[in-house]
């Protein structure tokens, strides 16, 4: 009867998270864990929702709870992993996202993860490898290319390269703004800057102001002076002053701190 019941509590609080309810689905578990504290599926959908809201600390309590009881599910050692490394365990969450990453039958959606926690680990060459197995297994995916183009560059790869790799993000998501300003900035590198300013031309100037990199935007605004684009000089001027202000204003808070 008890293990009914769990099972019951399981499918209700999955069925609560799934649909945005957090809350009540945590204490669906917490209610039944407190009569059944031996129940691995409950602790491993424990740990997912608080994985799911940044709980690193509870989260890594609630999945090595999970794995001391149960085999834990992909889902669960990518948890793990995360939460190994969202609390500085950076060896530990390595070792276990290389774990995850030897395996084979990985489902597309966990290079994303892969992904991140690779770039935490300032592994940039496994992290461009996660997005070359994503993009094998999903060739239409915008953001995979834009994770190697990040990727590439970290590593020093040639500009070109990195562009070429850039336009098969802009071509699959054209409308993401943030990639045609990364592809803009690397074709004005590599001083194509009718090809970097048709890439800005296309859309409208206030896009520009979604940047929040000084040298990024000082980059562009060298490329919009050349083209004698005034508007956007403008608003680059306006982004380059917000964004000095920003750095003072942290600046200050961090001298404060320290008196």
């Known amino acids: 009867m008890e293990d009914r019941n769990c099972k019951t509590a399981c499918q209700r609080a999955t069925k609560l998270f799934k649909s945005g309810f957090t809350k009540p689905a ?20 424990r740990a997912t929702i608080l994985h799911s809201e940044g ?10 709870t999970a794995a001391a009881l149960i085999p834990l599910t992909l889902g669960g050692e990518l948890v793990l992993a995360d939460c190994y490394s969202q609390i500085g365990k950076h060896e530990l969450a390595l070792s276990s996202y290389e774990y995850l990453f030897s ?8 290079y994303a993860g892969l992904y991140a926690g690779f770039k935490r680990a300032n592994r940039f060459d496994l992290a461009m490898s996660a997005c070359r197995r994503a993009i094998e297994l999903a060739p239409e995916n915008d953001e995979a290319y834009f994770g190697m183009a990040h990727c590439m560059s970290a590593l020093a790869y ?6 070429a790799v850039l336009q098969k ?30 890439v800005l031309a296309k859309r409208k100037p206030e896009i520009l102001k979604t940047l929040t990199c000084s040298c990024m935007a000082r980059q562009l605004l060298e490329l919009c002076v050349w083209a004698g684009d005034h508007e956007r000089c403008s608003l680059l001027g306006g982004v380059l002053a917000k964004l000095s202000n920003q750095s003072e204003e942290v600046t200050a808070d961090q001298e404060i701190g320290n008196d």
């Open 103 to 110: 395996r084979q039958t990985l489902p597309v959606s966990f």
């Open 26 to 45: 945590l204490d669906i578990t917490d209610l039944s864990l407190a009569d059944n504290s031996d129940q691995g599926e409950l602790w491993l959908l």
């Open 169 to 198: 993000a802009v071509n699959l998501a054209p409308d993401k703004t943030h990639y045609r300003l990364s592809l803009a900035l690397q074709l004005s590198l590599t001083k194509r800057r009718v090809q970097a300013y048709d």
């Open 158 to 163: 040639p500009p070109r390269q990195i562009t």
């Open 55 to 64: 709980k690193w600390a509870e989260a890594l309590v609630a999945i090595e």
